[in-house]
């Protein structure tokens, strides 16, 4: 793929031969040149983004050549050291660097035109959630960077931040965690400093939006043998502990007095409380990190244990399983000596621990959620939810599951899954679909609706409709209509759909010959992503499927309340829309301003965008002021000026009858 620097060099060659061959000024702005509501030249560089970004798509989604791309993006992430998709990656780069291929070059230009990627595949490496890669672009020393990063094994920026979020890790620190710990401070640590903390002591300059996520792994007091006799630690070996106390929401700390491990028992401990000493407003530190984490004892407290047998001079004592400890470090008695401003507190009778109160207030409560289940800080939900044993389903219905993975809106997932319940018993199904388009009804809804109603059912028929949203057209409102009547069919089913739609029809049988036949023209249809999404149910639920055209506004009862349910469902206020990021014949998908896939010929959509952004360009252009206020004024109407300018009367080899010959 040709560089920026390269395209504009055959853009001026370009535009130098059609100045001079039309005896144009060389004043002439390149906009004008190139902007296509003149006759123009092409702009080399857009050409190629278009056609690259069509080519693309149709490698990803064609099955003889998706697995490559696949393989492609798996090498994207090893090469940059990634745990997760190099799309986002690429968005920190001004510019592709001159060892980015294809790929990586593509990927860097999207953003540049609010363009981006969705892919159905995910190769992901747990462990962190902020890639480490994302802090270490220098251009110069990148790979240098990565390269330390892989033999170090250090993969994420969580690996090496304090669990209070706030700061960078000392790199003595982090160098005790890793295999090999030889060699100087590396560059890349010395890059971070520099362009992610504010101060020496290394606070971030950015807050993190999610938890991090460390190693769960916190140091424990040895589990003593099992014995019927209580073990009691010596005081010379007494060990400083602490817990979450979830009805208190807060840690507790102690000094480790005796543990019971009975047979067939869980391991007990007995623990001197201590409390926590906030000194913050009598000192000279500022913040939480740098305050130190003074502790005292317990004069008596609602969580002391009463039936404790053992040393009584403890004034509180708690109760507490053995497994939910974890050491903390006490301080020498000389650092105590040390601590200016001394706490007014005779120097026997408190203890200062390492690290601060939030450090390990977190490391605690971080503990605590593992020890209960939890599987990461990220989600809380536990790693064995309940199952819905309590709901008399002996067999789920297969396209239940199907709906809640294509649409994305609680209940509209609810909606079609409670109809499809209540159609289960029917193997021989009939409807009515119909769309509706107004572009001027947005004011009051969205200008897509579609609504469908059942034809065959005596008792009584069942109705839906829906708003829909993005590239509005009758044929997509129509789509979408058939769309939500198949999912909601049984498994096996026999389905007769009529519809007044022969566009839809002839799509229909179109996208099912050219969805295993080409994928590179089934991507050329509209609404592929609808399509897609209907052939994929009908071969997941194995439905036999006939579309029937009837005529539209004909007199037939159910056709008008196809119609009904249509227009009243461009009110609808949540439109429905298609998660396509599971779909097996969209390995990627390109989206336009991270919201707006772009189901149709691709190159054709790129195109469209790369002409607004040159009218755009061409009318900001500082010399034609007056054309940009005469065009917010209306004066200038471009669809008809761009149609004037490029007329060609005569029917020769420049005329657009000729384009296709």
């Given at each position: 793929?040709?560089?920026?620097?390269?395209?504009?060099?055959?853009?001026?060659?370009?535009?130098s031969?059609?100045?001079?061959?039309?005896?144009?000024?060389?004043?002439?702005?390149?906009?004008?040149?190139?902007?296509?509501?003149?006759?123009?030249?092409?702009?080399?560089?857009?050409?190629?983004?278009?056609?690259?970004?069509?080519?693309?798509?149709?490698?990803?989604?064609?099955?003889?050549?998706?697995s490559?791309l696949?393989?492609?993006?798996?090498?994207?992430?090893?090469?940059?050291?990634?745990?997760?998709?190099?799309?986002?990656?690429?968005?920190?780069?001004d510019?592709?660097?001159?060892?980015?291929?294809?790929?990586?070059?593509?990927?860097?230009?999207?953003k540049?035109?609010?363009?981006?990627?969705?892919t159905?595949?995910?190769?992901?490496?747990k462990?962190?959630?902020?890639?480490?890669?994302?802090?270490v672009?220098?251009?110069?020393?990148?790979?240098?960077?990565?390269?330390?990063?892989?033999?170090?094994?250090?993969?994420?920026?969580d690996?090496?931040?304090?669990k209070?979020?706030?700061?960078?890790?000392?790199?003595?620190?982090?160098?005790?965690?890793?295999?090999?710990?030889?060699?100087?401070?590396?560059?890349?640590?010395?890059?971070?400093?520099?362009n992610?903390?504010?101060?020496?002591?290394?606070?971030?300059?950015?807050?993190?939006?999610?938890?991090?996520?460390?190693?769960?792994?916190?140091?424990?007091?040895?589990?003593?043998?099992?014995?019927?006799?209580?073990l009691?630690?010596?005081?010379r070996?007494?060990?400083w502990?602490a817990?979450?106390?979830?009805?208190?929401?807060?840690?507790?700390?102690?000094?480790?007095?005796?543990?019971n491990?009975?047979?067939?028992?869980?391991?007990?401990?007995?623990?001197?409380h201590?409390?926590?000493?906030?000194?913050?407003?009598?000192?000279?530190?500022?913040?939480?990190?740098?305050?130190?984490?003074?502790?005292?004892?317990?004069h008596?407290?609602?969580?002391?244990?009463?039936?404790y047998?053992?040393?009584?001079?403890?004034?509180?004592?708690?109760?507490?399983?053995?497994?939910?400890?974890i050491?903390?470090?006490?301080?020498?008695?000389?650092?105590?000596?040390?601590?200016?401003?001394?706490?007014?507190?005779?120097?026997?009778s408190?203890?200062?621990?390492?690290?601060?109160?939030?450090?390990?207030?977190?490391m605690?409560?971080?503990?605590?959620?593992?020890?209960?289940?939890?599987?990461?800080t990220?989600?809380f939900?536990?790693?064995?939810?309940?199952?819905?044993?309590?709901?008399?389903?002996?067999?789920?219905?297969?396209?239940?599951?199907?709906?809640?993975?294509?649409?994305?809106?609680?209940?509209?997932?609810?909606?079609?899954?409670?109809?499809?319940?209540?159609?289960?018993?029917?193997?021989?199904l009939?409807?009515?679909?119909?769309g509706?388009?107004?572009?001027?009804?947005?004011?009051?809804?969205?200008?897509?609706?579609?609504?469908w109603?059942?034809?065959?059912?005596?008792?009584c028929?069942?109705?839906?409709?829906?708003?829909?949203?993005?590239?509005?057209?009758?044929?997509?409102?129509?789509?979408?209509a058939?769309?939500?009547?198949?999912?909601?069919?049984?498994?096996?089913?026999?389905?007769?759909?009529?519809?007044?739609?022969?566009?839809?029809?002839?799509?229909?049988?179109?996208?099912?010959?050219?969805?295993?036949?080409?994928?590179r023209?089934?991507?050329?249809?509209?609404?592929?992503?609808?399509?897609?999404?209907i052939?994929?149910?009908?071969?997941?639920?194995?439905?036999?499927?006939?579309?029937?055209?009837?005529?539209?506004?004909?007199?037939n009862?159910?056709?008008?309340i196809?119609?009904?349910?249509?227009?009243l469902?461009?009110?609808?206020?949540?439109?429905?829309?298609?998660?396509?990021?599971?779909l097996?014949?969209?390995?990627?998908?390109?989206?336009?301003?991270?919201?707006?896939?772009?189901?149709?010929?691709?190159?054709?959509?790129?195109?469209?965008?790369?002409?607004?952004?040159?009218?755009?360009?061409?009318?900001?252009?500082?010399?034609?002021?007056?054309?940009?206020?005469s065009?917010?004024?209306?004066?200038?109407?471009?669809?008809?000026?761009?149609?004037?300018?490029n007329f060609?009367?005569?029917?020769?080899?420049?005329?657009?009858?000729?384009?296709?010959?």
């Open positions: 793929m040709l560089s920026i620097h390269q395209c504009n060099k055959i853009n001026i060659s370009l535009r031969v059609v100045k001079h061959s039309l005896n144009l000024p060389k004043s002439t702005f390149n906009s004008v040149l190139h902007s296509n509501i003149y006759p123009h030249i092409i702009n080399f560089f857009d050409h190629q983004l278009k056609v690259q970004s069509s080519l693309l798509v149709a490698q990803a989604n064609n099955p003889h050549t998706s490559t696949k393989f492609l993006f798996l090498l994207c992430q090893q090469k940059y050291f990634l745990p997760n998709s190099p799309i986002n990656f690429f968005d920190l780069f510019k592709p660097l001159n060892c980015f291929s294809r790929l990586e070059s593509l990927l860097t230009f999207f540049f035109y609010n363009l981006s990627l969705s159905n595949f995910k190769f992901t490496t462990g962190g959630t902020y890639p480490l890669a994302h802090f672009i220098d251009k110069k020393y990148l790979f240098a960077h990565l390269n330390s990063l892989k033999n170090k094994g250090i993969m994420f920026l690996h090496i931040i304090t209070d979020h706030a700061f960078l890790e000392d790199y003595n620190n982090i160098k005790k965690h890793l295999e090999h710990k030889g060699g100087k401070i590396p560059r890349w640590y010395r890059f971070l400093q520099d992610i903390t504010i101060n020496l002591q290394g606070r971030l300059v950015f807050d993190l939006e999610q938890p991090i996520i460390q190693n769960p792994t916190a140091p424990r007091p040895p589990i003593p043998p099992v014995d019927a006799d209580t009691h630690h010596p005081k070996s007494q060990q502990v817990c979450w106390a979830p009805h208190l929401s807060d840690i507790v700390y102690g000094k480790l007095l005796s543990t491990n009975f047979p067939n028992c869980s391991p007990v401990s007995y623990m001197e201590w409390v926590y000493k906030d000194i913050s407003a009598s000192s000279l530190y500022t913040t939480p990190r740098s305050t130190p984490n003074i502790i005292i004892r317990c008596g407290c609602a969580q002391h244990f009463s039936y047998v053992g040393d009584m001079r403890p004034k509180c004592i708690i109760q507490v399983k053995h497994k939910d400890l050491l903390v470090e006490a301080l020498q008695k000389k650092k105590r000596e040390e601590l200016y401003p001394r706490p007014n507190i005779p120097i026997n408190f203890q200062l621990l390492k690290y601060s109160h939030p450090n390990y207030r977190l605690a409560f971080n503990d605590h959620l593992i020890q209960k289940g939890y599987n990461s990220i989600n939900r536990p790693i064995n939810p309940p199952g819905q044993d309590s709901l008399d389903i002996s067999h789920p219905l297969r396209n239940s599951e199907l709906i809640k993975k294509l649409f994305d809106d609680v209940a509209i997932v609810e909606d079609l899954q409670g109809i499809a319940v209540t159609l289960a018993p029917f193997s021989d009939e409807f009515f679909t119909d509706s388009y107004d572009s001027t009804h947005v004011t009051a809804g969205f200008s897509m609706g579609y609504g109603t059942t034809s065959n059912l005596y008792n028929n069942i109705t839906y409709n829906g708003s829909l949203k993005f590239f509005p057209s009758s044929t997509k409102a129509e789509t979408m058939i769309l939500t009547a198949l999912v909601v069919c049984p498994e096996f089913g026999i389905v007769t759909i009529h519809t007044d739609s022969q566009a839809a029809i002839d799509s229909f049988h179109k996208s099912k010959n050219l969805h295993t036949i080409s994928p023209r089934f991507n050329k249809i509209n609404n592929n992503i609808l399509w897609s999404s052939h994929l149910i009908i071969q997941t639920l194995s439905l036999n499927v006939k579309l029937l055209k009837v005529k539209a506004h004909s007199g009862q159910f056709n008008d196809a119609d009904i349910q249509a227009k469902g461009r009110t609808q206020p949540v439109p429905t829309t298609i998660i396509h990021d599971h097996p014949n969209q390995t990627i998908t390109l989206n336009w301003n991270n919201e707006i896939p772009l189901d149709k010929d691709v190159r054709k959509c790129v195109g469209t965008i790369l002409d607004y952004r040159r009218l755009d360009n061409h009318l900001n252009h500082p010399s034609l002021e007056t054309i940009r206020d065009t917010k004024k209306l004066l200038i109407n471009w669809t008809l000026s761009s149609q004037w300018f060609n009367g005569r029917n020769d080899s420049t005329s657009s009858l000729h384009t296709k010959d």
